[in-house]
């Protein structure tokens, strides 16, 4: 079977990280593909049948469609260049950082894409010239998409990552990076200094010293994916647990909602990045005042901390809240 082999010296290790933040333009590119077959229907049908309906409506986004799917088709190759590595907190910010590509990068990374003859190669050609009218038309494609159908989506997503996550960030509090790595997924295999990863292709990544970043993706299904491009900073997207998915958004029960109530495990869940009062009450649909009623009892119960600074303030969780959220 075609693996990735990402090879790892001790500063490696040490500079392995995972990315508690969604990014948003991993998700994007992913939630696109997803568009394009029908795997994991489970988790992502209802979503799919979501946007078909919302673009039969919405001319507007039936073309941002268009254009997401021509640029990051479902294929063993999407351009790189679509999920920048900076940290970056906006559909406006990752837009840009997507349209800044330097011209040499644009014009290789978009000729590896090989659509069917017809306006989409066209169009793709103009994209790799750096033509403004392809530019614009992608700029706005990602807005679109990302206001219609991923931002009202991303606090189910955050819960899903958080609950993902909280097993490996209590991995890494008791065993380190190592212990974060090997605990991704049955589609990885820590054998250090190696990690071997299932992939469409025989590969190699070394790292040389740059640290590996993980990044936990919801919208991602089949396997791991890294960038293309061995010489850009080197990280990892990896498919979160389908039960995961499940459990966000209350679709489907379990203990820690029973034990907890559905409102305190979803805030359980959305603090393990650390979040302020306003930015839990807007994820979780919920008055302010109804969150600190809430932060006040898992505080109370030692699952989560709560830093005060100036006006506001940030709930970060706890060890005991983390072996809480992980069932252990």
């Given amino acids: 079977m075609p693996q990735l082999r990402v090879h790892f010296t001790d500063r490696d290790i040490a500079r392995t990280r995972l990315k508690l933040e969604p990014d948003l333009m991993w998700e994007i590119v992913s939630s696109a593909q997803i568009l394009q077959h029908r795997d994991g229907d489970l988790s992502f049908g209802p979503w799919r049948r979501h946007v078909r309906e919302l673009a039969a409506r919405d001319p507007d986004l039936r ?32 837009a840009d950082a997507v349209l800044s590509t330097p011209p040499r990068r644009l014009r290789e990374e978009i000729g590896r ?37 991923i931002e009202p989506h991303l606090p189910v997503i955050e819960e899903g990552r958080c609950t ?43 790292l040389r010293g740059r640290g590996l970043v993980l ?68 994820m979780v649909g919920v008055a302010p005042a109804t969150v600190s009623h809430h932060t006040g009892v898992l505080r109370e119960a030692g699952l989560i901390a709560t830093e005060r600074e100036e006006n506001y303030a940030r709930h970060l969780i706890t060890p005991l809240g983390l072996r809480v959220l992980s069932g252990t």
Avoid: M, N
């Fill in 215 to 282: 990044i936990p993706c919801y919208f991602a299904v089949h396997h791991p994916v890294a960038l293309a491009d061995p010489e850009l900073p080197p990280v990892l997207a990896f498919p979160i647990r389908t039960g995961s998915r499940l459990l966000a958004g209350g679709r489907v029960g379990g203990s820690l909602t029973a034990l907890l109530g559905t409102t305190r495990a979803a805030i359980l869940r959305l603090v393990i990045a650390g979040s302020t009062t306003t930015a839990l009450a807007k």
């Fill in 63 to 94: 073309t941002a469609l268009h254009t997401l799917v021509t640029v990051a088709p479902h294929a063993t190759y999407f351009p790189d260049l679509l999920t920048p590595s900076a940290d970056l907190s906006g559909i406006d910010e990752c």
């Fill in 113 to 149: 894409i090989r659509p069917a003859a017809g306006a989409e190669a066209c169009w793709l050609d103009e994209l790799a010239r750096g033509g403004p009218t392809a530019l614009l038309q992608l700029r706005h494609a990602l807005r679109v998409y990302f206001r219609s159908v």
């Fill in 164 to 206: 993902d996550v909280a097993a490996g960030v209590q991995q890494y509090l008791h065993r380190g990076p190592e212990g974060l790595l090997g605990a991704l997924g049955p589609a990885t295999r820590w054998d250090p200094p190696v990690l071997s990863v299932r992939y469409p292709h025989d590969r190699d990544l070394y």
